[in-house]
């Protein structure tokens, strides 16, 4: 009976440091992770926290529905397609095997219920309605695909179908999936569907239940995509977010359902536990910068700064600034001219660099300024 106490109670600590912040390595350790390929990203800086393989070359299956919603977002936000649209599924939508919707050729559904069951449902017959939609034929899509996965620097990638059903060539890595990931997730309209659980079509006569399991499980889980083929195994993108920190952890190629979930809430524990984000500041005034031979002795500059920086907590008090500026600037100046530079570092490793900019114009002085400048000033006498 003690000894079932002790066990109960050591559990209990444990997660609840875990959930605090503090870290607890033993607990968190991504050393334990037993998919084939994993990454770990800061979301909004798209630093990397922890890699496994993450190049390793491997099918993905329906993650591959990331890439495909990136187009439909795109798609909405130029007006070309709009959640209300009701759009008829074609019969090579309706053909589709593996997770779906069941559609009939010819039946129609509107945009976002089509999302809803993309996202939340995996289903692979509505996804292809969507690509169609957006491009005329699925080809068409796929080709768009590739595209964007090029402009992101999607080196790993090719796509074939836009559903992620098994299919010779279909392939990506880790690294990609992240960096799709993180590009989907800047359309913040995604959170309304990845964050169902459970839900209806047809007017209550389907109900669909969400492939991630963490919704359920894991505190501060947004999102995003899970996906199952013999081929690419059990993988997930799993994106969550505590304290303002927003992570990606992306699992390749699990044994099992029940492995990837418990490599993604680990990974996601490990960066919580250990990483948080440092936002810059710079409260004091930037120095005036001497003009040569402007109509204006003094320039004034500032540094927009924005963003922010991940560092390992407790670290982020050691993060230092610097400001260089130019004693002395010839004239003319144009307004947003580069004056200098603040740079925050980490010791001697350099974390993030804002350029210090002119705040207006300062004209040359010549004899024609000079003679407009000095009439004006005896008009006004």
Request: hydrophobic share 40%.
């Amino acid at each position: 009976m003690r000894k079932f106490i002790r066990t109960a109670l050591i559990s209990f600590l444990v997660t609840t440091l875990i959930f605090s912040g503090i870290p607890v390595a033993a607990a968190v350790s991504p050393d334990k992770i037993t998919a084939p390929s994993a990454i770990l990203i800061e979301a909004d800086t798209g630093k990397v926290l922890y890699e496994k393989d993450c190049h390793q070359i491997r099918a993905c299956a329906s993650i591959t529905k990331v890439m495909t919603m990136i187009l439909v977002m795109e798609a909405i936000d130029s007006g070309k397609l709009h959640m209300s649209d009701n759009v008829a599924a074609s019969a090579h939508a309706a053909s589709m095997g593996g997770s779906d919707i069941w559609l009939e050729e010819g039946e129609v559904m509107s945009v976002h219920d089509l999302i809803k069951a993309t996202m939340v449902a995996s289903a692979n017959d509505a996804a292809v309605v969507l690509a169609e939609e957006v491009s005329g034929s699925e080809d068409a899509f796929v080709a768009k695909m590739n595209e964007k996965a090029k402009s992101l620097g999607m080196k790993d990638t090719t796509f074939k179908n836009c559903n992620g059903l098994d299919e010779e060539g279909h392939l990506t890595s880790a690294y990609d999936v992240s960096l799709m990931s993180r590009e989907l997730i800047k359309h913040k309209e995604i959170f309304e569907f990845t964050n169902i659980w459970l839900d209806y079509l047809r007017g209550g006569k389907t109900q669909i239940v969400n492939t991630n399991k963490l919704l359920k499980s894991y505190k501060g889980i947004t999102g995003l995509k899970t996906g199952t083929t013999s081929q690419a195994g059990s993988c997930i993108s799993a994106t969550a977010v505590r304290s303002g920190l927003n992570l990606i952890a992306v699992v390749l190629g699990s044994a099992s359902g029940k492995e990837r979930f418990t490599d993604a809430a680990s990974l996601l524990d490990y960066g919580f536990a250990n990483y948080c984000i440092y936002t810059p500041r710079f409260d004091e005034d930037i120095p005036e910068i001497n003009v040569k031979n402007g109509m204006q002795p003094k320039l004034k500059a500032y540094a927009n700064i924005s963003g922010s920086i991940v560092t390992e907590k407790g670290k982020e008090k050691d993060i230092t600034c610097k400001l260089d500026v130019i004693e002395e600037v010839t004239a003319p100046v144009n307004k947003g001219d580069k004056v200098g530079s603040l740079t925050f570092y980490m010791g001697k490793t350099k974390l993030k660099e804002y350029p210090v900019l002119a705040e207006h114009i300062v004209d040359k002085m010549d004899f024609g300024s000079v003679f407009s400048l000095l009439f004006r000033f005896f008009v006004k006498l």
